[in-house]
């Protein structure tokens, strides 16, 4: 009876470990995959924002339809053009007419607007020294193109402060990785610690080191997996609870993202689970056994 109650004992202790394990990994993956997905909502909101920068082309007065199509067709085609806008004189004024309410042609007697055409740029090109460039070559191949026009200024900041968010993330997330590991090889080395005088028993009747890791390590490796489901479940319901509160946040979620994260939270959490008890294992191998009382 006394043994049984004892077996029992040692096997709800063992369970016990386990579940500890299974909950701590769970929370680091979860926290790792907030961090992924911060990394990679920055990266969304990132191309967003600099996939509406653009810049303006202001034309002459006197431009013919026939040079308004070849520049509408050499803009068209570049590759640093998203999207391509022609406003005409008449739809310029009407803009600035709703915008103030008041018709600069009626106090002027004419309209002192130009023509021109809104670029918006695929988001590798929203840089202040390719805009200098693209600036250049216009105003170089077209007589008739009197200006461009883009906020330089806006745009170094704006390319700073994304370049100082993205080094943040990283910094956090290499800190966050290091804490995981050891949280996680902690954790694992607790459940061998409560294993230690088996593991040495084993070693003791001939059994070799990868015979006496392997079932360790195999059960390690599926409390990696249950704590990498729970982890997803759990970045799942924030996922939810974000979108139903936040406006705008679901079309910053892209599909393809979000199963890399999830796949990439599953591999993290066998990877660092197969590790940890390796190293966990191996300490307590080739151990004197009255070593094993004072570890």
């Known amino acids: 009876k006394n043994m049984a109650k004892s077996k029992k004992?040692?096997?709800?202790?063992f369970f016990g470990a386990r579940l500890t394990s299974t909950i701590s990994t769970s929370l680091v993956l979860f926290l790792l995959g907030?961090?992924?997905?911060?990394?990679?909502?920055?990266?969304?909101?990132?191309?967003?924002?600099?996939?509406?920068?653009?810049?303006?082309?202001?034309?002459?007065?006197?431009v013919t339809d026939a040079q308004i199509k070849?520049?509408?067709?050499?803009?068209?085609?570049?590759?640093?053009?998203?999207?391509?806008?022609?406003?005409?004189?008449?739809?310029?004024?009407?803009?600035l007419y709703?915008?103030?309410?008041?018709?600069?042609?009626?106090?002027?007697?004419?309209?002192?607007?130009?023509?021109?055409?809104?670029?918006?740029?695929?988001?590798?090109y929203a840089d202040a020294a390719?805009?200098?460039?693209?600036?250049?070559?216009?105003?170089?191949?077209y007589s008739y193109v009197e200006n461009v026009s883009y906020q330089k200024g806006l745009i170094e900041l704006v390319n700073?402060?994304?370049?100082?968010?993205?080094?943040?993330?990283?910094?956090?997330?290499?800190v966050m990785t290091i804490i995981s590991v050891v949280l996680i090889a902690n954790t694992v080395s607790l459940v061998a610690y409560s294993k230690?005088?088996?593991?040495?028993?084993?070693?003791?009747?001939?059994?070799?080191?990868?015979?006496?890791?392997?079932?360790f390590v195999r059960s390690h490796v599926v409390d990696g997996i249950f704590g990498a489901l729970i982890a997803n479940a759990l970045l799942g319901g924030v996922l939810y609870y974000m979108s139903r509160e936040l406006t705008g946040f679901?079309?910053?979620?892209?599909?393809?993202?979000?199963?890399v994260i999830g796949a990439g939270i599953v591999l993290v959490g066998i990877v660092l689970s197969y590790l940890a008890a390796r190293i966990a294992v191996r300490r307590y191998l080739r151990t004197d056994r009255d070593k094993l009382y004072y570890m």
């Open 9 to 13: 004992k040692k096997h709800n202790s």
């Open 34 to 62: 907030i961090i992924a997905l911060m990394g990679g909502v920055a990266t969304q909101l990132t191309h967003y924002v600099r996939e509406n920068m653009g810049f303006s082309v202001v034309l002459d007065e006197n």
């Open 70 to 95: 070849t520049l509408e067709k050499r803009l068209s085609a570049a590759p640093y053009a998203r999207q391509v806008h022609f406003i005409s004189k008449a739809d310029a004024l009407r803009e």
């Open 98 to 124: 709703i915008e103030l309410g008041e018709n600069p042609e009626d106090l002027l007697g004419y309209n002192p607007l130009r023509p021109s055409f809104e670029v918006k740029l695929h988001s590798d």
């Open 130 to 141: 390719y805009l200098a460039q693209i600036d250049k070559n216009l105003r170089s191949a």
């Open 160 to 174: 700073d402060n994304l370049r100082l968010i993205g080094l943040i993330l990283v910094g956090i997330a290499l």
């Open 196 to 215: 230690r005088f088996l593991l040495h028993t084993m070693e003791l009747v001939g059994a070799t080191p990868a015979f006496i890791r392997r079932p």
């Open 250 to 259: 679901a079309s910053l979620l892209d599909r393809e993202m979000l199963l």
